[in-house]
């Protein structure tokens, strides 16, 4: 695991603390592309077989990592608002019955739920105990016709780590579907979506998975499936897509009928790679790394006096700070090549396994360094 942060060139001159709005690029990532262009440009084989092969395999390895039963509960889609969308769009809920969000949550886990106002669907938000979303304030906020609560697995502000497995089996129990958007914590933490009781995990991967931008998949539950009607259809999303002229248009029995035409060959054969290096080296290990990377970043601000919005239940790999003027420090800090993200009126940093403690300290140098200068 340590060598791998060899293979990522962005290391030789900036340290990188900013996997929560997008991962680099590595060695691995670059070979795989030249593999698949090359493949694209000599054809040495049949081009929609190896497609096929290539998307069979992803989905069994996505359905290993987040342990679902069958990869036929995976679809590949291009991001989380995609994912989102085909949820609440196709779960043709009816005039009157709500939705329940938290009210800290990143849009693409939002606009897709307002959208259906329109149809007379309420969408009810909870407001954070402490920068924290817990099933009790989610108890607290249930009413007589809510039907689905979403959530995301890890706030991309404040980086509290959700309990699923908590909330997902109270969901379960009082008959409501529990959706996941999982872009901040797939690939950082572990996820179990069966033990969890989700119904629905949308994901795109350019975050903590290292997949390429517009690569992403989506669970389903049996039971959520079976209830969903595609908002959209295309010619991949039906039985037989080769026997052209047929317009029985007969769907797809499992969430290939979401897979509404052709993928991204080059960035899903590049996420495969990437999601295989993730397996050998055990989601448990790499949590673990970033946890110990975290910690010692947290305990390292509080010394300095710095406030942060992170609670220390939930950990993930974001910690988020505030400070008096965050756009001077994020100037500051990106003259020095440390790279983080600005959101809102916050500085986010986010650590992930290839990081190593000598990137935590010379940051925090760096951010006493500031203070000492009165800036």
Same mark, same amino acid.
């Given at each position: 695991?340590?060598?791998?942060?060899?293979?990522?060139?962005?290391?030789?001159?900036?340290?990188?603390?900013?996997?929560?709005?997008?991962?680099?690029?590595?060695?691995?990532?670059?070979?795989?592309?030249?593999?698949?262009?090359?493949?694209?440009?000599?054809?040495?084989?049949?081009?929609?077989?190896?497609?096929?092969?290539?998307?069979?395999?992803?989905?069994?390895?996505?359905?290993?990592? #987040?342990?679902?039963?069958?990869?036929?509960?995976?679809?590949?889609?291009?991001?989380?608002?995609?994912?989102?969308?085909?949820?609440?769009? /196709?779960?043709?809920?009816?005039? /009157?019955?709500?939705?329940?969000?938290?009210?800290?949550?990143?849009?693409?886990?939002?606009?897709?739920?307002?959208?259906?106002?329109?149809?007379?669907?309420?969408?009810?938000?909870?407001?954070?105990?402490? /920068?924290?979303?817990?099933?009790? &304030?989610?108890?607290?906020?249930?009413?007589?016709?809510?039907?689905?609560?979403? =959530?995301?697995?890890?706030?991309?502000?404040?980086?509290?780590?959700?309990?699923?497995?908590?909330?997902?089996?109270?969901? @379960?129990?009082?008959?409501?579907?529990?959706?996941?958007?999982?872009?901040?914590?797939?690939?950082?933490?572990?996820?179990?979506?069966?033990?969890?009781? #989700?119904?629905?995990?949308?994901?795109?991967?350019?975050?903590?998975?290292?997949?390429?931008?517009?690569?992403?998949?989506?669970?389903?539950?049996?039971?959520?499936?079976? @209830?969903?009607?595609?908002?959209?259809?295309?010619?991949?999303?039906?039985?037989?897509?080769?026997?052209?002229?047929?317009?029985?248009? &007969?769907?797809?029995?499992? =969430?290939?009928?979401?897979?509404?035409?052709?993928?991204?060959?080059?960035?899903?054969?590049?996420?495969?790679?990437? =999601?295989?290096?993730?397996?050998?080296?055990?989601?448990?290990?790499?949590?673990?790394?970033?946890?110990?990377?975290?910690?010692?970043? !947290?305990?390292?601000?509080?010394?300095?006096?710095?406030?942060?919005?992170?609670?220390?239940?939930?950990?993930?790999?974001?910690?988020?700070?505030?400070? &008096?003027?965050?756009?001077? =420090? !994020?100037?500051?800090?990106?003259?020095?090549?440390?790279?983080?993200?600005?959101?809102?009126?916050?500085?986010?940093?986010?650590?992930?396994?290839?990081?190593?403690?000598?990137?935590?300290?010379?940051?925090?140098?760096?951010?006493?360094?500031?203070?000492?200068? /009165?800036?």
């Amino acid at each position: 695991m340590e060598n791998f942060r060899k293979l990522f060139p962005i290391f030789n001159e900036k340290t990188y603390l900013d996997y929560a709005s997008t991962s680099p690029f590595s060695i691995l990532h670059k070979k795989s592309f030249n593999f698949a262009f090359k493949f694209q440009e000599k054809f040495n084989c049949d081009f929609i077989e190896e497609i096929n092969n290539l998307k069979e395999n992803l989905k069994n390895s996505i359905k290993e990592f #987040i342990n679902a039963e069958r990869k036929d509960e995976i679809a590949l889609i291009p991001n989380t608002s995609y994912g989102i969308s085909i949820i609440a769009s /196709g779960l043709m809920l009816k005039k /009157g019955d709500r939705i329940l969000l938290p009210s800290f949550e990143f849009p693409a886990n939002v606009y897709p739920y307002l959208y259906l106002k329109e149809k007379g669907i309420c969408v009810d938000f909870i407001e954070p105990n402490n /920068g924290l979303i817990t099933l009790k &304030e989610i108890k607290k906020s249930i009413k007589k016709n809510t039907k689905l609560f979403s =959530l995301s697995f890890v706030q991309f502000l404040n980086g509290y780590k959700a309990d699923l497995k908590e909330i997902g089996k109270w969901c @379960k129990e009082n008959d409501i579907f529990f959706i996941v958007d999982g872009i901040q914590g797939v690939g950082s933490c572990p996820i179990n979506v069966r033990e969890s009781e #989700i119904d629905g995990l949308s994901c795109g991967g350019a975050k903590w998975l290292m997949w390429p931008q517009g690569t992403g998949f989506l669970y389903l539950s049996k039971n959520l499936f079976k @209830k969903i009607k595609p908002p959209i259809v295309g010619w991949l999303s039906v039985k037989n897509p080769w026997d052209f002229l047929n317009y029985k248009m &007969e769907l797809s029995e499992n =969430l290939q009928r979401f897979e509404i035409g052709t993928i991204n060959f080059l960035g899903f054969y590049c996420a495969l790679k990437i =999601l295989l290096h993730f397996q050998k080296f055990g989601i448990e290990n790499i949590y673990k790394k970033i946890l110990n990377l975290r910690n010692l970043f !947290y305990e390292g601000i509080k010394n300095l006096k710095i406030e942060t919005i992170t609670p220390e239940d939930g950990p993930s790999g974001i910690v988020t700070i505030k400070v &008096e003027n965050p756009e001077k =420090l !994020y100037k500051y800090l990106k003259s020095n090549n440390i790279i983080i993200s600005k959101r809102l009126d916050y500085l986010r940093f986010s650590f992930h396994f290839i990081n190593n403690e000598k990137d935590i300290k010379k940051t925090l140098n760096l951010l006493k360094k500031y203070k000492k200068c /009165g800036a």
